[in-house]
């Protein structure tokens, strides 16, 4: 079964520093997410992506944050200097054509120090 | 703007028990999509059912029942003789239709629910 895959599973980094998450959408799929969520808070929304341009973005999405589809299959998420308030688990998604439920990733696991 | 409510911060059955997970919601759009994710220990966010709002027929699949009712804008989700395995967070999450086809998902605060063996 397709599915969505996020990487890495985890990652500890300074503060300040810049981070990549990657990710890889089901193949056939258009539309594109990121969510977080902080450790046993709700799952936020943060940007979607369509047709290689932001659909919508949240208020988190900050000028921090920015969201790339390099080539065909890869869809990541940079946040250009960390904050300790940036920890949390970053889940990727993507939705086919005509599902109206979204696909998530694993997550990837941030840990700001 | 769209908002989905989970009263129920976090709920204890014991093992075998039927236990209903509540989900109210809020949107002026006609067409959307109501949904249930299940969040286990292991952290990953596992799809369960979706409803479009046209649909009010209500869904059973295997210990899994979903009631939905428009008059009420609730989405209430039942297991049924809960297992130890059941032990998880729960998300109700609301999907609005935007032009182009784009949909965004805004999920509800989740219940922890705990099944003791």
């Known amino acids: 079964e397709p599915e969505v895959t996020q990487t890495p599973s985890h990652q500890v980094t300074q503060m300040g520093q810049e981070v990549i998450l990657r990710c890889v959408p089901i193949?056939?799929?258009?539309?594109f997410y990121w969510y977080r969520q902080i450790l046993g808070q709700k799952v936020e929304f943060l940007v979607s992506?369509?047709?290689?341009?932001?659909?919508?973005k949240s208020e988190i999405f900050d000028d921090q944050f920015s969201v790339e589809r390099p080539d065909g299959s890869n869809f990541t998420l940079k946040i250009r200097s960390t904050k300790l308030e940036d920890s949390a688990m970053y889940f990727c998604?993507?939705?086919?054509?005509?599902?109206?439920?979204?696909?998530f990733g694993e997550g990837s696991r941030l840990t700001v120090l | 703007a769209q908002k989905v409510t989970q009263a129920q911060t976090e709920i204890s059955v014991v093992e075998k028990e039927d236990v209903t997970l509540d989900c109210v919601y809020e949107?002026?759009?006609?067409?959307?999509?109501l949904f249930w994710y299940k969040q286990p220990p292991s952290g990953e966010l596992v799809f369960l059912i979706r409803?479009?709002?046209?649909?009010?027929q209500n869904e059973i699949s295997g210990r899994y029942s979903w009631n939905f009712q428009k008059s009420t804008s609730s989405f209430n989700f039942t297991i049924t003789a809960s297992q130890v395995v059941d032990s998880a967070v729960y998300f109700c999450?609301?999907?609005?239709?935007?032009?182009?086809?784009?949909?965004?998902?805004?999920f509800g605060t989740g219940t922890k629910l705990q099944v003791i063996p």
């Open positions: 193949s056939n799929h258009l539309y």
């Open positions: 992506f369509y047709n290689n341009e932001i659909s919508e």
């Open positions: 949107t002026r759009d006609t067409t959307y999509y």
């Open positions: 999450a609301l999907s609005e239709a935007r032009s182009g086809g784009y949909q965004k998902v805004t």
């Open positions: 998604a993507s939705r086919g054509l005509n599902t109206g439920e979204l696909f």
């Open positions: 409803r479009n709002s046209f649909d009010e």
